[in-house]
């Protein structure tokens, strides 16, 4: 059972960083933070959103480094940015796969004009295919040796409880960058 309650998005995203340091430090990667100042605070639960920030930025930390030489840490960058925002269009997101998602039914919807909070995480590595984009999300699904296929699809399912949605835009060999979307519903700044 999650257990929500207010937040600062800010402190939950250092502390991530805090814990993922090690890994950045040990594969030479940059690691550059861009935290917005003032953001609300949101109900959520924050051991997950932690859990779902980590995922992403040793994701983002294991793209990097695939085909990248260990000296080249100039090259090795992951970037964490924090952003209030302002949908400019509505944004409706199947949930095709109802048993991971019972509480929450078929689709989340973010309405054209609706606050939100991005947390954005991006990296210039080896980006993901057109064909495998289509399937980071999808249970098992996983081009890692010794993954699970289970880190994206659980990352998607506490977003969603949350209200919120994931984006992903990629380009093969040039990056990829995953935004979360949170709304702010019933916040206090």
């Known amino acids: 059972e999650m257990q929500f309650s207010m937040q600062d998005i800010n402190q939950l995203v250092m502390e991530s960083v805090i814990f993922s340091r090690h890994q950045f430090e040990r594969k030479r990667i940059a690691l550059v933070e861009d935290l917005a100042p003032n953001l609300p605070r949101l109900t959520i639960d924050a ?3 932690k859990e779902v920030i980590i995922n992403l930025l040793l994701n983002a ?3 990097v480094t695939e085909g990248s030489p260990p000296d080249s840490r100039a090259d090795r960058i992951v970037k964490i940015k924090t952003a209030p925002l302002i949908l400019r269009e ?3 997101v199947s949930l095709t796969d109802y048993y991971l998602f019972p509480k929450i039914g078929n689709y989340i919807e973010l309405k054209q004009g609706e606050k939100v909070i991005a947390i954005e995480i991006s990296d210039n590595g080896c980006g993901i295919t057109p064909v ?15 993954g699970t296929g289970l880190g994206l699809t659980l990352t998607k399912r506490v977003v969603s409880e949350h209200g919120g949605v994931i984006l992903v835009k990629s380009q093969e060999g040039k990056g990829s960058t995953f935004t979360i979307l949170l709304p ?5 700044k």
């Open 132 to 146: 495998n984009l289509a399937r980071i999300f999808d249970p098992f699904f996983t081009t890692k040796t010794d």
């Open 90 to 92: 509505t944004l409706r």
């Open 61 to 63: 930390a294991q793209a």
């Open 184 to 188: 702010i519903r019933g916040t206090v």
């Open 47 to 49: 051991a997950s959103i």
